[in-house]
């Protein structure tokens, strides 16, 4: 029962709860016990949620009066720093062994946010109990205040940024569910690196964070991590929708991704998007991916999209701006030529339904600035640093791509794949990522982690 407690779906998890065969009290108390045990070994939580046991027990009252609150009723999740979480919601304390955080409001301070994220509270109406709040990874001020997160697969290795708290709890089997963000790839990265799911939805779809972090960037989406392509899509359908507080988001409804016909796919596949050639190993897992879709009758093209450098150099202008770097008049430039690349971007995507490619050029890499692209398991030694050039496209198109876990490195290290559809399809992302899925194994636990 304890593998099933912290590596099972949250679908699972939840018809445990509603069939009276598991109770809430037990799950939630068993995760925040997990906490307790490996947070010092994977520091990622940076603070705990002292009312959800109360919550927990309430939702095995509800259970007992035959009153279930939604799909997630009595399941526990974690959110990113980024996201507000009222008082109202969930009293948070410190993480034992963590320092205090440093904007935390105080009674001397700042005010305490009024309100829930819009995302986190469609988690909570659904039945959803917060456990625990994660730190953003990468980020200098994070790091510099509370350390260096470790990547469960490897501790020595990074679990990628800036939602590698999230996918550190999930593949570790900390979280059954985490809420991240994205702005260049950072849910895809993470989830890559530690071998779970997760999907950046359309832009327009689901709310994001609502206390500023990243609100500005046009790029910024909020979305879910889980352990299956399954437990992203139902977190999926939950979290979206238009919400009066974010002018951002669209009244567009999200379409049902398991109705989606494979054979009707038309896929665009690279392994090598010409600015950093992927490890042999990452390209064989593309490869494997892209047989899962051929063999469910997709119709697959070996092409690359036009204009990647463009994007990359779109990208690192557009981070060069929000550094305060150059004139207003350059800013404008740099607006024409990323309108300028959506442009040649969507006629390429007039021919397909979806593009099969790398998330990274390689695994997670060892902390220091370089990995041997195998996780410590010897051979290829070529140093690699971690970029965002295979998921900044998908970020400047606003379009939706999931990624799931499709093959490891002969150390032990999860390799994922990208699954990006045209503008919302998030639903044609999800089902060919399901696909992978089924014919790869998607996560597996990290030994150690038990």
């Given at each position: ?212 972090d ?40 999200l ?8 054979a ?10 010409g ?11 593309v ?20 204009e990647?450098d ?8 557009y ?9 207003l ?27 099969l ?29 971690p970029?965002?050039?295979?998921t ?16 490891t ?12 559809a ?29």
């Amino acid at each position: 029962m304890t593998s099933d407690l912290h590596h099972g779906s949250v679908t699972r998890l939840a018809e445990l709860i509603r069939g009276g065969a598991l109770s809430s009290y037990d799950l939630v108390t068993a995760h925040l016990a997990r906490i307790e045990r490996l947070n010092p070994s994977l520091n990622a939580v940076i603070e705990i949620a002292d009312s959800a046991v109360a919550q927990a027990l309430e939702a095995d009252r509800a259970t007992a009066r035959g009153e279930v609150t939604g799909p997630l009723h009595g399941v526990p999740f974690t959110v990113k720093d980024v996201y507000a979480v009222s008082p109202e919601t969930a009293q948070l304390r410190t993480a034992p062994g963590m320092p205090p955080r440093p904007d935390r409001p105080t009674a001397d301070r700042d005010v305490a946010p009024a309100r829930d994220s819009t995302a986190v509270a469609r988690l909570r109406a659904a039945g959803a109990i917060l456990v625990g709040v994660t730190k953003a990874t990468l980020w200098t001020d994070r790091e510099a205040h509370y350390g260096v997160t470790h990547n469960p697969y490897d501790l020595s290795c990074t679990p990628g940024g800036s939602s590698g708290g999230e996918a550190t709890l999930v593949a570790a089997g900390v979280s059954p569910l985490g809420m991240g963000s994205d702005s260049g790839g950072s849910l895809r990265q993470p989830a890559h690196f530690c071998g779970v799911a997760t999907i950046r939805p359309s832009n327009g779809r689901v709310p994001r964070a609502t206390d500023a972090d990243g609100m500005y960037d046009p790029r910024t989406v909020a979305g879910p991590l889980a352990r299956t392509v399954a437990d992203v899509g139902l977190a999926l359908s939950i979290i979206s929708g238009a919400d009066w507080h974010d002018p951002t988001t669209l009244p567009v409804p999200l379409g049902d991704w398991r109705a989606v016909e494979l054979a009707s796919l038309r896929v665009a596949v690279h392994a090598d998007n010409g600015l950093v050639p992927a490890t042999a190993e990452t390209v064989a897992t593309v490869r494997r991916a892209a047989d899962a879709l051929a063999d469910a009758g997709a119709r697959l093209t070996e092409v690359v999209p036009p204009e990647l450098d463009l994007a990359w150099d779109i990208t690192l202008d557009y981070w060069r701006r929000c550094g305060g770097d150059g004139a207003l008049r350059d800013y404008f430039g740099l607006l024409d030529r990323w309108q300028d690349y959506q442009r040649s971007a969507g006629a390429f995507m007039r021919a397909y339904d979806l593009i099969l490619c790398p998330v990274e050029a390689s695994p997670a890499p060892r902390r220091g600035g370089g990995a041997d692209g195998n996780g410590g398991g010897g051979g290829d030694r070529e140093q690699r640093v971690p970029e965002f050039t295979y998921t900044a496209p998908s970020s400047l198109l606003g379009w939706p791509a999931a990624v799931v876990r499709a093959g490891t490195s002969r150390g032990g290290l999860p390799i994922g794949v990208q699954l990006i559809a045209g503008p919302l399809r998030d639903d044609v992302a999800l089902r060919a990522a399901a696909a992978v899925e089924a014919a790869t194994g998607g996560w597996q636990p990290a030994a150690g982690m038990v």
